[in-house]
């Protein structure tokens, strides 16, 4: 099923506040997970796995070192959706 | 030149309240804090009742910073943050600063709960905070992460006596000159129904399900086994010269303690009580006391058939005729059993009996065993006599270990 980067930004906002305590209006797509968010490794575990069951897909361990970026994530879920 | 240490902070989360001020309150005024379950699972077990916090940690702290600890790592921080800032949040240097807490189980509600997970949901279901959550020594490393610790971080396990032994540690810790004030303590969360049911198992809980409040009863003819209970003591120790240079407030010294083993039984306590004696001797020898100088006791005594008996004899035999002026206290008859946070929740109540000169009560006994020979102060708390006074903490644990710790008046 397609996502609309929108509605993924908006899943993924509520999942990084749930899981790391970010206020969802700091999340934004240009912004690290790391340096700008500070989610941690383990954080971002719980992430991934977190978007994998909200929005279907699958984001193999491998490809996680790709994703730094807010919008590295919401362009990896949109394509995997696809 | 020995290095004396000194007790300059407190903190507490207990059956009884949220912090030290309320839980020596409602302790003074011989209040239980045994309670029903609220839990379905308690129907499984012959046990429905047990000694759980005050206070939720979630009144305490923040949502996010909670998902990522376990309940003792939890009640670790609540009561340090407490202590640390009643030593006034002393500016230290972070290679002099270290940090003792000791847990006997760990993180096992964490450990079965991502159980629950992996069985439910698969490996991708455990969550990655699962192992910094279930160890042991998560409760140590995380209050050390926040104070940013760096003259070592320590979690000495020996079941029951842990809390008292990660106190004694600390006071080695300063006296040897590795660090000039340490968060030492201890704590616990084991109110699940596999703990449970494995002290059941060993018929070491009571099963008064008619009357919880009542159950917790150290010296009673009728006594019937432990209550468990949960949370966690804390006490800043800190190098005399170094408290008194930066004009901190000093509530008393810890002067000793005393280290055995029985070499008897993994589980129960040598009649004989031939190594708590040896611990109690150690301790008074290593804090320069004697028997004469001891006023208080806070005995281990968890309400079970026959430890309470076995260490009354040893206090008798290892302190002889100067028993009889020791005000003995059996706190766990209102706040239950904390297993490694019983040493360090029973520390903080020696120091504030030293402070406030009175003796805390023990309550539930209605029939003194005759058995039991030592001075039990009953019912109401008893004040402790003026001048220069030493009490005894007495801690044993699954095991045979025996941890005996001194403190006295300044």
Redesign the interface.
Known sequence: MALSPADVLAGLKEIVEE???VSASKIELDKNFTDDLEVDS??M??VV?AA?ERFGVKIPDEAVTDLVTVGDAVNFIVNAAK | MTRRVVVTGLGATTPLGADVDSTWAALIAGKSGVRLLTEEWRELLPVHFAARVHTEPADQM????M??LDRSEQFALVASREAWKDAGSPDVEKERLGVVIASGIGGVITLLDQYDNLKEKGA??V???TV?MLMPNGPAANVGLELQAKAGVHTPVSACASGAEAIGYALEMIRTNRADIIVSGGVEAAIHQLPMAGFAAMKALSTRNDAPERASRPYDRDRDGFVLGEGGGILILEEYEHAKARGAKIYCELVGQGLSSDGYHIAAPDPDGAGVQRAIKFALANANLSTKDIVHLNAHATSTPAGDVAEANALRLALGSDIDRVAVSATKSMTGHLLGGAGAIESVFIVKALQERLAPPTINIENLDPAVTVDVVRDKARALPAGQIAALNDSFGFGGHNVVLAFATL
């Not at chain 2, 923040?62 to 910073?65: D, K, N, T």
């Open positions: 899981v790391a305590g383990l954080s575990v719980e796995v994998e | 923040e949502r996010v910073e998902r990522r991708r279901g969550s990655p905070h910094p």
